[in-house]
Nanobody, 122 residues
């Protein structure tokens, strides 16, 4: 599966952005989808994931209550709604896909999008 992330940009602290990740192929609904981020000089970290049906989600503690992951299997797209953004949310955000169960470690994901940059100014 090929993934294309979009929706990043520059936003002031307290603002909102919605990231999208469009997937190619007819088996999108078979994949667990995840969002990760990587800030300059830091390792890639888990943000959120969602199971195949969308019924189960999980979040990193740092974004819980502010970010919401969702998916539309008819549109082969997963979303990350980001509210109350903080400067520490600045990073390149990546979407990723895997088979099986939801997971938080990036090495467990097989397919990756190219990333979209989110910059939050103070």
């Amino acid at each position: 599966v090929q993934l294309q992330a979009s929706g990043g940009g520059l936003v002031q602290a307290g603002g909102s952005l919605r990231l999208s990740c469009a997937a190619s192929g007819r088996t999108f609904s078979s994949y667990v989808m995840g969002w990760f981020r990587q800030a300059p000089g830091k390792e890639r970290e888990f943000v959120s994931d969602i199971n195949m049906s969308g019924a189960r989600t999980s979040y990193a503690d740092s974004v819980k209550g502010r970010f919401t992951i969702s998916r539309d299997n008819a549109k082969n797209t997963v979303y990350l709604q980001m509210n109350s953004l903080k400067p520490e949310d600045t990073a390149v955000y990546y979407c990723a896909a895997k088979l099986g169960t939801i997971a938080v470690h990036p090495t467990q994901y097989l397919y990756w999008g190219q990333g979209t940059l989110v910059t939050v100014s103070s």
